[in-house]
């Protein structure tokens, strides 16, 4: 059956629903960050083994890359309404759940609820901008989605930083609860009635979702331990093993289905599948800058939460401004050409940012994020039209889920590279500042900005000798975070080589019959 979709009405209703699903997303992706931030202040409160602490962070991610391919299958069931608000609803109880933990376990199990619920929230809403709005107003709802989904993890060290040296841990959750109520309740008088259809769990294939859920619990597991343990170590080669196989158990269950789990056959669509690798190295590019930057103002520069929070301001500024820029440009040029202006910027931005030295601040930091910043909306509206613009309405959540899994992935991936090369080529630098002390060497010298009078002082007096030590290490650690920028800038520039095998596509500004 063809339907013109731009012929829909809208009303108040419409918008408001949509707005509140985007306020449901970005408080998702918002948490994700803000705890991070206060990670060592949950730790001495609940008495976490240090070897433990990742675990509340990586608990969280695993449930929500879990549940993000399963919102396609989800939304046939529920119907966008009725997911938004139960998922909603549960991230807030989770929320709740989480300030109130009294140990370890408790904080976990609620971590994991508040990773699932949190997980279907994002492809939610960049499926609800195709099932929900007429194709002339898609680039508008998809900006509007956009700019949220990459404006939460930017101003996420902010807010962590702000509520962390405002109030008590607990409030990095209780922020989650006013919110989430409000939406939820929004959310259910705003939304599309569409009833349930709860008949379609009767086909659910058990295995499949086990399948998919242990590949995706194993990579995510594997690649947190790679840069501790090494790549080719024996567990996390056997989780990757895990991985592959489960993966392609599930590849191959899901193609012989009637009714698939996941409609994976989308990834016939050579745009829906060029769009995704572009999502996937988007999610490097934007979680691995949004790393890197803390990192290094953390160690390097010795700034706390509040103040590295405050100079990263500037790329969401940048985000902002940019965004209604690039939705009017959507509507004119082809959206290939938009990725490609995209991730050469983005690439290019890394690059500003690979000649850091111990001294660099906000000053020197400051193109490199603005560039970055604009880079962000040019690489994530484009790619988005690309890959989901011109399926058929039926296929929409299930690719909508796919493609932000990618986007997960990538900054999982990015973040797992980006711990290699820190953590492998700081101490191969700090023994080579060393040996340049030794050996006298002048440009040694230069790079540490110390004279060979001080050395020799160092070497005599304890106290000194330790501050000549941390001196090298911040120093050797800024050369080795330089090389990580640089890597993303290649990964980055890379990714257009896909962009040539993409099929043209109109400007948003054109009509369109949707196929269904």
Same mark, same amino acid.
């Given at each position: 059956?063809?339907?013109?979709?731009?012929?829909?009405?809208?009303?108040?209703?419409?918008?408001?629903?949509?707005?509140?699903?985007?306020?449901?997303?970005?408080?998702?992706?918002?948490?994700?960050?803000?705890?991070?931030?206060?990670?060592?202040?949950?730790?001495?409160?609940?008495?976490? *083994?240090?070897?433990?602490?990742?675990?509340?962070? $990586?608990?969280?991610?695993?449930?929500?890359?879990?549940?993000?391919?399963?919102?396609?299958?989800?939304?046939?069931?529920?119907?966008?309404?009725?997911?938004?608000?139960?998922?909603?609803?549960?991230?807030?109880?989770?929320?709740?759940?989480?300030?109130?933990?009294?140990?370890?376990?408790?904080?976990?199990?609620?971590?994991?609820?508040?990773?699932?619920?949190? =997980?279907?929230?994002?492809?939610?809403?960049?499926?609800?901008?195709?099932?929900?709005?007429?194709?002339?107003?898609?680039?508008?709802?998809?900006?509007?989605?956009?700019?949220?989904?990459?404006?939460?993890? %930017?101003?996420?060290?902010?807010?962590?930083?702000?509520?962390?040296?405002?109030?008590?841990?607990?409030?990095?959750?209780?922020?989650?609860?006013?919110?989430?109520?409000?939406?939820?309740?929004?959310?259910?008088?705003?939304?599309?009635?569409?009833?349930?259809?709860?008949?379609?769990?009767? =086909?659910?294939?058990?295995i499949a979702l086990a399948l998919g859920a242990g590949a995706l619990a194993a990579l995510e597991i594997a690649i947190k331990e790679a840069p501790k343990r090494g790549w080719a170590s024996p567990l996390v080669g056997g989780l990757f093993l895990v991985c592959l196989i489960a993966a392609g158990l599930f590849v191959w269950?899901?193609?012989?289905?009637? $009714? *698939?789990?996941?409609?994976?056959?989308?990834?016939?669509?050579?745009?829906?599948?060029? /769009?995704?690798?572009?999502?996937?190295?988007?999610?490097?590019?934007?979680?691995?800058?949004?790393?890197?930057?803390?990192?290094?103002?953390?160690?390097?520069?010795?700034?706390?939460?509040?103040?590295?929070?405050? &100079?990263?301001?500037?790329?969401?500024?940048?985000?902002?401004?940019?965004?209604?820029?690039?939705?009017?440009?959507?509507?004119?040029?082809?959206?290939?050409?938009?990725?490609?202006?995209?991730?050469?910027?983005?690439?290019?931005?890394?690059?500003?940012?690979?000649?850091?030295?111990?001294?660099?601040?906000?000053?020197?930091?400051?193109?490199?994020?603005?560039?970055?910043?604009?880079?962000?909306?040019?690489?994530?509206?484009?790619?988005?039209?690309?890959?989901?613009?011109?399926?058929?309405?039926?296929?929409?959540?299930?690719?909508?889920?796919?493609?932000?899994?990618?986007?997960?992935?990538?900054?999982?991936?990015?973040?797992?590279?980006?711990?290699?090369?820190?953590? /492998?080529?700081?101490?191969?630098?700090?023994?080579?500042?060393?040996?340049?002390?030794?050996?006298?060497?002048?440009?040694?010298?230069?790079?540490?900005?110390?004279?060979?009078?001080?050395?020799?002082?160092?070497?005599?007096?304890?106290?000194?000798?330790?501050?000549?030590?941390?001196?090298?290490?911040?120093?050797?650690?800024?050369?080795?975070?330089?090389?990580?920028?640089?890597?993303?800038?290649?990964?980055?520039?890379?990714?257009? &080589?896909?962009?040539?095998?993409?099929?043209? %596509?109109?400007?948003?500004?054109?009509?369109?019959?949707?196929?269904?």
């Open positions: 059956m063809a339907f013109a979709i731009e012929d829909r009405d809208l009303d108040i209703a419409t918008w408001t629903g949509f707005a509140m699903m985007c306020i449901g997303m970005f408080m998702a992706l918002l948490d994700t960050q803000v705890v991070v931030t206060s990670l060592p202040t949950i730790q001495h409160a609940l008495d976490i *083994p240090p070897d433990r602490i990742s675990w509340i962070q $990586t608990a969280y991610l695993i449930s929500e890359i879990i549940s993000i391919p399963l919102t396609g299958l989800l939304t046939r069931v529920l119907g966008i309404r009725w997911l938004f608000v139960a998922a909603v609803s549960f991230f807030t109880l989770a929320s709740l759940g989480c300030a109130n933990s009294v140990g370890f376990p408790s904080l976990i199990v609620w971590r994991i609820c508040q990773g699932f619920s949190g =997980g279907t929230l994002i492809p939610a809403v960049f499926a609800a901008v195709f099932l929900l709005f007429p194709f002339r107003l898609q680039t508008l709802a998809t900006m509007i989605a956009s700019v949220l989904a990459v404006l939460a993890p %930017t101003i996420g060290p902010l807010v962590g930083g702000w509520v962390t040296e405002t109030y008590t841990w607990p409030w990095l959750f209780l922020i989650n609860v006013g919110p989430g109520v409000l939406v939820a309740v929004a959310g259910l008088f705003f939304l599309p009635r569409t009833p349930p259809c709860l008949d379609r769990l009767k =086909g659910l294939d058990a269950r899901s193609l012989r289905a009637k $009714t *698939p789990l996941v409609d994976i056959r989308t990834f016939r669509d050579r745009n829906f599948s060029i /769009g995704c690798a572009l999502s996937f190295v988007i999610g490097i590019g934007l979680y691995g800058s949004i790393y890197l930057m803390p990192v290094f103002l953390a160690y390097v520069r010795g700034h706390n939460a509040l103040e590295i929070g405050e &100079i990263m301001l500037v790329t969401g500024i940048a985000q902002l401004a940019c965004a209604p820029v690039v939705a009017a440009l959507l509507r004119r040029f082809d959206a290939r050409l938009l990725s490609a202006i995209g991730f050469l910027m983005l690439s290019f931005g890394a690059a500003l940012s690979a000649g850091q030295t111990r001294s660099t601040d906000f000053n020197e930091m400051f193109a490199g994020q603005l560039v970055r910043g604009c880079a962000f909306m040019f690489c994530v509206l484009p790619p988005t039209e690309l890959a989901l613009g011109k399926l058929p309405t039926a296929r929409i959540p299930d690719a909508s889920g796919l493609f932000n899994l990618m986007r997960n992935l990538g900054g999982a991936v990015g973040i797992g590279i980006i711990d290699s090369i820190i953590f /492998g080529r700081a101490p191969k630098y700090a023994r080579a500042l060393y040996d340049g002390l030794v050996a006298g060497n002048k440009h040694t010298f230069a790079v540490l900005g110390v004279t060979p009078d001080a050395v020799v002082g160092a070497a005599m007096d304890p106290g000194k000798r330790a501050a000549m030590a941390s001196l090298l290490n911040k120093v050797a650690f800024a050369e080795a975070i330089n090389d990580a920028w640089l890597a993303l800038s290649v990964m980055t520039i890379a990714i257009l &080589i896909v962009l040539l095998f993409a099929k043209a %596509t109109p400007p948003s500004g054109q009509a369109l019959i949707i196929e269904s």
